[in-house]
């Protein structure tokens, strides 16, 4: 395993900017990084179009600790509508499906991910790092901001920012994911396909998941 994973670990405000560097396939996936605070994840968010994606989750939630896919339209978020995904939780939450991807993300992805299972299109290192971000949110309910950079073979200088969130039916069981997604590219090319080449992931920053101070049934 190539891939090493930087967490910025912010633990009930007792350990601020304590770093760690473990392998990938160390992590286990409930020992994420947890911000002290709800505003301190949201402070966190250094990319505006994550910022107003938290924002609208939490407005969406209406008293309940996740808001349900019904809560989601995405036309009253246009800015956003480019940058997001919604992925469906299957199987006990241990595989999934893009019901949703954004024209931004398909165009960074090279293809269109609508329909597509994790499993079908990515590979190595990056799928299991999807996958475990997707199992620990499927598991502890709580936002996930990361961030991670590729490099595919012929170009680098591509990274992108993430911040899952929960949604539940139930208020209980997370069936589906909102996932705002940005791109930042180093050069004025943007004709970078990443999904072939997943097996030279580099690494991911794992910044923080969203605290627990909001009641979980």
Not at 41 to 46: T, V
Not at 64 to 92: F, G, K, Q, W, Y
Not at 110 to 134: A, H, K, N
């Amino acid at each position: 395993m190539k891939g090493n994973v930087n967490l910025t670990v912010l633990e009930n405000g007792a350990r601020t900017g304590a770093t760690r560097r473990v392998p990938l396939i160390e992590l286990p996936m409930t020992d994420l990084p947890a911000a002290s605070t709800s505003s301190d994840f949201r402070a966190s968010l250094d990319d505006p179009l994550l910022g107003l994606g938290y924002d609208y989750w939490r407005a969406q939630r209406a008293g309940r600790s996740m808001p349900r896919r019904s809560d989601i339209d995405p036309a009253h978020i246009p800015t956003l509508l480019p940058n997001i995904l919604i992925t469906e939780m299957l199987e006990v939450g241990t595989r999934y499906r893009y019901r949703l991807a954004g024209s931004a993300v398909t165009e960074a992805f090279g293809r269109s991910l609508t329909g597509r299972y994790v499993d079908e299109i990515m590979t190595g290192q990056y799928r299991e790092f999807i996958t475990r971000l997707y199992r620990s949110l499927y598991l502890d309910r709580r936002c996930i901001f990361c961030e991670s950079r590729y490099t595919n073979g012929v170009r680098s200088g591509i990274s992108t920012k993430r911040l899952f969130m929960p949604l539940s039916n139930d208020d209980r069981v997370v069936d589906q994911a909102l996932i705002v997604q940005t791109f930042q590219y180093s050069s004025g090319d943007r004709n970078i396909v990443i999904v072939d080449n997943m097996d030279e992931f580099a690494n991911a920053n794992v910044e923080l998941v969203e605290p627990q101070d909001a009641a979980r049934p």
